[in-house]
């Protein structure tokens, strides 16, 4: 005896007549074959899409694929709503064009406890835009290697070779919870430009690198008001961003946590050039070490890119996550504001105010040969547990030049300002004032 499964998709109704023919050279006398259909009510979809579809709720049983030179159109209103672990693959074209009072949404079927896996957009064009759009509850959990790292990757939104418009969208709530490449919880960009506007990544976890958004390998987005809030991750709470010449802009990103760089994990190969972050806010990040944003360079005996970080505010942040399920970092509680790691950065107008190290450098931790350079840099009110509540500049021959540099306020058990070790510091036109502690400490290595 066997189970023979008809599924019928209602989207079409029409009569149906076919026929089953048992071939078989033992076959007993008087078998029979009993079929029966369930339907299910409301709108079921599965396989491959074209045209375009009424608003409705739509009951998503099976994987749904828009295959290349093919287009979809969801109105305003639609939601697609998954009934088990299935994906959204986009290798044509799909406009799915809300409003911004009846948003598209695509997400969970409410009875179903299994996650659907988000969508993978795969050499899209800019023909494909997302416009008030709600993106939800996907998961990626694939550990196999026969892809290439971008397996288990982006929860909501995987996109590979793609350049896709989203406008006013919300991508939340998703993982990619992978072991091995549970990378972009909510975005993971490989070879791939979109256009970002009016966009929230929010309540999105990775196993490993940026809970939000992960980009990687000439992937260079536009951005224009984007918000990366509450995010969750090993690396890169916010965003991690490797390797490349990246650019940052018209941000905000804030309450996001990992083990390192709580709201930036940023990170640079030879010859990929470094990276720039400019008009933005990093606000209320929490990690382990470099709360607000954790920089480095991949190899640390080769030359270095400079980044660039200007007209930013980083503020609020936190060093003092202890997270149990990853080992400890030997520079944990580090970095309030800022961690650098053999990364040469040039700062511009920047105010680095509030933060907090459970042990050294409240607003700033510097270390390994990071050769930087601060331009009217206002450093206030943060605080570090032990040593540095302004800026630790410590150990491998860091060369620091400080233009315009005001540090006030700060507070730390010893070296309230600035510590320096095993390093050069050069400050010109600077005001250093109203700090706890001796504001300055310097080693027998060191020189201001």
């Known amino acids: 005896m066997g189970i023979i499964k008809i599924e019928a998709n209602n989207y079409v109704m029409d009569y149906i007549e076919d026929e089953m023919v048992l071939i078989g050279n033992d076959l007993p006398e008087g078998i029979s074959v009993s079929l029966s259909v369930t ?8 396989g491959n899409l074209s045209g375009t579809y009424p608003a409705a709720d739509y009951r998503i049983t099976g994987d749904l694929d828009i295959a290349s030179g093919d287009t979809v159109f969801l109105l305003a209103g639609t939601k697609f709503l998954f009934d088990g672990q299935y994906h959204f693959n ?34 899209v064009s800019d023909e494909t835009e997302f416009r008030y759009v709600r993106i939800s509850g996907g998961e990626k959990t694939d550990d196999g290697n026969d892809a290439g790292s971008e397996l288990g990757a982006g929860g909501g939104i995987l996109m590979i070779y793609s350049h896709p418009i989203l406008n006013h969208v919300t991508i939340s709530g998703n993982d990619a919870d992978s072991h ?35 980009f990687n390998v000439d992937s260079y987005p536009v951005y224009n008001n984007i918000t990366i809030s509450d995010n969750t991750a090993q690396w890169g709470g916010g965003i991690y961003a490797t390797p490349g010449n ?40 929490r990690a382990n070490v470099g709360a607000g944003m954790f920089i480095k360079h991949q190899f640390p005996e080769d030359d270095v890119s400079n980044f660039m970080i200007t007209n930013v505010i980083i503020s609020g942040n936190t060093a003092d996550y202890n997270d149990e399920e990853n080992d400890s970092f030997f520079y944990e509680y580090m970095g309030g504001g800022i961690f650098l790691f053999h990364a040469n950065v040039i700062l511009s107008n920047v105010m680095i105010s509030n933060n907090y190290a459970l042990k050294d450098g409240g607003g700033i931790y510097i270390r390994n040969n990071s050769n930087s350079t ?18 630790a500049i410590h150990e491998n021959n860091n060369d620091i030049i400080m233009n315009n540099l005001t540090v006030t306020g700060n507070h730390a058990i010893d070296s309230g300002a600035i510590l320096v070790s095993d390093s050069n ?14 504001p300055f400490i310097t080693s027998s290595n060191a020189e201001i």
């Open 39 to 46: 339907a299910a009510a409301g709108d079921i979809l599965n």
């Open 90 to 123: 986009i290798y044509g074209t799909l406009k799915a064009i809300g409003t911004e009072t009846d948003s598209i949404i695509f997400d969970n079927f409410e009875d179903n406890d299994e996650r659907w896996e988000g969508f993978t957009l795969e050499n």
């Open 374 to 391: 601060f331009n009217s840099v206002s450093i206030i009110d943060n605080t570090a547990e032990r040593y540095a509540g302004a800026i």
């Open 425 to 438: 510091l050069l400050l010109n036109n600077s005001i250093i004032w109203n700090n706890d502690a001796n």
């Open 246 to 285: 990246y650019y940052i802009r018209n941000m905000l990103i804030s309450g996001n946590t990992a083990h390192v760089g709580g709201g930036i994990y940023f990170s640079a190969q030879t010859g990929s050039g470094g990276g720039t972050i400019q008009d933005a806010t990093i606000s209320e990040n």
């Open 180 to 214: 091995i490449y549970g990378n972009g919880g909510g975005i993971y960009l490989l070879y791939s430009s979109p256009t970002l506007n009016e966009v929230l990544i929010s309540d999105n976890y990775a196993t490993n690198g940026g809970g939000g958004l992960n």
